[in-house]
Every structure is written in C-alpha cells, then in structure tokens.
C-alpha cells in the first residue's frame, strides 16, 4: 500500500529530528502555501498524550488546519498501513478544496512509507513476541535482543538501536514467520525522478545546537506537567497500547511512578534517549534520497527557514504561488 504518484507530487514535507523546531517553521509555510498540515507523528494520534508529543497547541490548530491528530485513546492500536490509508483519504480532501497538503513530523517510517510504500509482513504473532519481551526482562539487559538480531539479520541490528525493543521484536518475528532478514523484505524502491513528489524537506541542525534544544525542551516537558500527564493515562485502568506505551518520556515517568528511579535520574534518561533519537532520525533522513537537506548553523529563526525552504523549492519544477 502506498500513495500514489500523482497524489504524492501535490504534496509538500517537512521533517526533521526532535526538538529542531518544524512546528513553526510550518505554519509559516502553510500560510504561505496556502496549505493544510498533515501530522507525520505517530505519538500524536493519541489523545491526552499532549506534553510529551510536543502537540501543536489549540491556538496553532487554529491558525492553520491540522489533520491525523488525536485520532486514537491510548489503549488503542495503529497501524502504519492505517496511517497511510488515513494519510491518502485526508490528502485528497485538501487538494479538493484547492489546497495544498503539508506534512509536518518526524517520524521517519511513516514519511518512508508514504513515498515508497509498506511493508504489510507476516501478521503478528502474539505468543511469540511475549517470549521474546519476557526473556528479554529475564536477562535485564536491553542489548539482548539487539545482540539476537545481529545474527539473522545484522542489516536491520545495524539500522536499530538496543533500546528499540518494539521494531527489534518486529524484525525477530519476520524472520521466525518467514525464515527471511525483513532487511531484505522491506527494500521497497524510490519512485522514478519523474514520479517523486519535489518538496520533501528536511533540516538539519548543528548536533551540540539540537542536544541543548532536547535538553531544554525535555526540562520544560517535566515542568509543564509530563508526570501528572502519564499518572493521569495509568488512571484509565486500560493498558497503553503497544505503540503508546513506548512512547518517548511516557515509558520512562512510568519506571519513576513505579519507584524505580528518582525523578534527576528520570530526566537524564529521557534526555539521552531522546538525543539518541534524534540521531537515529537525521541517519534515516539522510539515507532518504527523496529528502532534500536544509541545513542550519542554530542561529536562524523560524521564518528564514521557511525562507530557505521557499527559496530551494524555486529551484524545483513547481512554481510557488504567492
């Protein structure tokens, strides 16, 4: 399932790492644009997940629409065919109303499936990723799946971080369901030159500019509310779903809410994991050859990103209407 080529070229993207700052660059370019934004966030589709996810406020929603948010409780799952199918019916509406669909987020897999399609798998096996969480907890060490995935598939080890425990329960599932490394099933193509969309965009920041940025946002998160938010979700009596209970931040307040850490040391780890991410996401958007690099020294504003933006889609096929 993917979208198609005619559809995707009247779309516009805008990613990026954590914390670099899409939120208002965006809405900057959708006045400008005259477009609508599309959440490219797997973490937003989940209502009362708020603070953690970094939403766009109700005034931002406003000011520019805003679609595939808060979507979903906590309890429920997603798929990423899901989001593509919901993705395509949302961008249809927008270019019938003669505008433009922006997608602003990052996360990459969806952005990698939007372009190129996804990768449907075997279905999931239950039982057998339960094995695997548990034997994984038996040995209290986060590298133990890691370091099985190494040796069916050390393609996919090497795309993936230890810590990732729900894409390296998926990978070691694949190859138990289908004998196959799923590094070698999920090489879904670029679209041909003639058939991308031209305006997928991503910026990249200085690493020390983005490191501050996560570390200050991270304390903000904190001081905002993060742990009354995450108690308040446990209050439901209904199990996060697998997607949302990994969420970065959330799965960590809940370790501290359980007594396992201090509230200094919690903050630390989500900082770090965070910056790890952050990293993850600039490799995947790298390796994006769709993806065009806007690169930033840190000192610029949100309008003259918009503007760098502006200015290098001038360089490509599609005039900018003003």
């Not at 009247?10 to 005259?34: E, H, S």
């Not at 969309?197 to 991503?202: E, V």
Request: charged share 25%; proline share 5%; net charge neutral.
């Amino acid at each position: 399932m993917q979208l198609s080529s005619t559809l995707l070229r009247n779309c516009w993207f805008l990613t990026g790492p954590t914390a670099v700052g899409k939120t208002q660059v965006a809405l900057i370019l959708a006045k400008r644009l005259d477009a609508e934004i599309i959440s490219l966030d797997s973490m937003s589709l989940y209502q009362r997940m708020d603070i953690g996810t970094a939403k766009p406020t109700p005034e931002q929603r406003r000011a520019v629409p805003h679609h595939l948010i808060d979507l979903l409780e906590p309890h429920e799952e997603y798929s990423l065919a899901d989001y593509v199918s919901a993705a395509g019916t949302v961008c249809g509406s927008i270019i019938e109303r003669g505008r433009r669909p922006l997608f602003v987020g990052g996360t990459a897999l969806y952005l990698r499936s939007l372009l190129r399609g996804v990768f449907d798998g075997p279905p999931a096996d239950w039982e057998y990723r339960s094995v695997l969480q548990r034997e994984a907890g038996q040995q209290d060490d986060s590298g133990t799946l890691h370091r099985r995935l190494q040796e069916v598939d050390p393609a996919a080890a090497a795309r993936l971080h230890p810590n990732d425990t729900r894409r390296l329960v998926r990978a070691l599932e694949v190859f138990h369901s289908t004998g196959k490394p799923i590094s070698q099933q999920q090489r879904q193509e670029p679209l041909p030159l003639g058939e991308r969309p031209d305006h997928i965009y991503w910026l990249s920041p200085p690493r020390a500019w983005l490191h501050d940025r996560i570390n200050r946002r991270v304390e903000e998160m904190f001081a905002n509310g993060l742990t009354d938010e995450v108690r308040s979700l446990l209050a439901q009596n209904r199990q996060l779903s697998r997607t949302a209970g990994q969420a970065l931040g959330y799965k960590e307040v809940v370790t501290f809410l359980q007594g396992s850490e201090t509230l200094e040391e919690t903050i630390e780890r989500v900082q770090t994991r965070t910056r790890q991410f952050a990293k993850r996401q600039c490799t995947w958007f790298r390796n994006l050859e769709e993806c065009r690099e806007i690169e930033m020294t840190g000192t610029e504003n949100a309008n003259d990103l918009a503007e760098k933006i502006l200015v290098a889609a001038a360089l490509s096929r599609e005039p900018i209407a003003e």
